[in-house]
């Protein structure tokens, strides 16, 4: 297994040529499997990739 630390806040927006940068981007590219950090869910997002429930509530 390989883990990265991807700083700032680069979680990926919308490019509008049908791609994406960021977090969302590696995924939508097989660059990542997935994403575990405190991304906000957002509708755009989500037509792209999915997410799972929260496992710590506040």
């Given at each position: 297994?390989e883990?990265?630390?991807?700083?700032?806040?680069q979680?990926?927006?919308?490019?509008g040529?049908?791609?994406?940068s960021?977090?969302?981007?590696?995924?939508m590219?097989n660059?990542?499997?997935l994403?575990?950090?405190?991304?906000?869910w957002n509708?755009?997002?989500?037509?792209?990739?999915?997410?799972?429930?929260?496992?710590?509530?506040?």
């Amino acid at each position: 297994s390989e883990y990265y630390i991807i700083s700032g806040n680069q979680y990926g927006n919308d490019l509008g040529n049908g791609s994406w940068s960021g977090v969302v981007g590696k995924i939508m590219n097989n660059e990542l499997d997935l994403c575990i950090n405190e991304m906000v869910w957002n509708s755009e997002r989500s037509n792209v990739i999915d997410y799972i429930e929260s496992i710590i509530k506040s």
